[in-house]
């Protein structure tokens, strides 16, 4: 298996602009996480999915954030408008709902000028 | 403020010595992960503890989980310049939930 796969691997945008970061989680997995890493404040967790079905998206920071999840292979993240403090790294993980075991992707580095 | 302090923040620290990391909370845990990041990648788990006093090996590393689930250490052997990274702990405060709190991390240099 390939791994949770994440795209793009950077990104360097404006404020204002949209920005869309996708995932792609390990076949048969049936959970999916979203997260943000920053210096600042470590790892958050931003929303996460079971069966496609968002079950807390309380860490989502505000409205400019959004997530969906159209089917079970894949998973976007999307940021309109975004700011310069969205700037971070961000993850996508997955696992098996029963297993609480995640794995990572490799993320997606934002810069938002 | 954090749910899970852990420290110290950074340690640099010379081949073959030994060394502890803390992760610490005024919560209880139901199980608690330690996980291991290295530049430009994402976490990847090395261990879990679920009960209260549990301790795991796995080769040089050592992970304890307090009595009372509300901390664990790390404790590495002989630290070898391939365990440089940063150390990350994660707990779940329902058993069975989802929802990981991470902590903010251990970045450890391991110097030839």
């Known amino acids: 298996d390939a791994g949770v796969i994440q795209s793009p691997r950077h990104e360097v945008t404006e404020m204002g602009q949209e920005v869309t970061l996708r995932c792609k989680p390990i076949?048969?997995?049936?959970?999916l996480f979203w997260y943000r890493q920053t210096m600042m404040r470590g790892l958050e967790l931003l929303i996460y999915?079971?069966?496609?079905?968002?079950?807390?998206d309380s860490g989502m920071p505000e409205d400019r954030f959004s997530a969906k999840m159209p089917n079970a292979s894949f998973s976007t993240l999307k940021i309109q408008p975004s700011e310069p403090r969205d700037s971070a790294v961000y993850f996508c993980?997955?696992?098996?709902?029963?297993?609480?075991?995640?794995?990572f992707g490799a993320g997606s580095r934002l810069t938002v000028l | 403020t954090q749910l899970l302090e852990q420290s110290p923040q950074f340690l640099s620290i010379q081949e073959g010595e030994n060394l502890t990391v803390y992760c610490n909370s005024s919560?209880?845990?139901?199980?608690l992960q330690w996980y291991r990041q290295e530049p430009g990648e994402g976490p990847v788990l090395l261990v879990t503890?679920?009960?209260?006093?549990e301790v795991k090996k796995l080769k040089r590393l050592t992970f304890q989980f307090g009595d009372a689930r509300k901390d664990s250490s790390l404790h590495i052997t002989a630290a070898q310049p391939g365990d440089t990274g940063l150390y990350l702990c994660?707990?779940?405060?329902?058993?069975?939930?989802?929802?990981?709190?991470f902590g903010q991390g251990t970045r450890l240099t391991i110097n030839p």
């Open positions: 076949s048969g997995h049936n959970s």
């Open positions: 993980a997955s696992s098996l709902s029963r297993a609480n075991v995640l794995t």
């Open positions: 503890v679920v009960t209260g006093g």
């Open positions: 999915f079971n069966n496609n079905v968002p079950i807390d």
């Open positions: 994660a707990g779940s405060l329902i058993q069975g939930a989802q929802k990981l709190v």
């Open positions: 919560s209880v845990f139901s199980s």
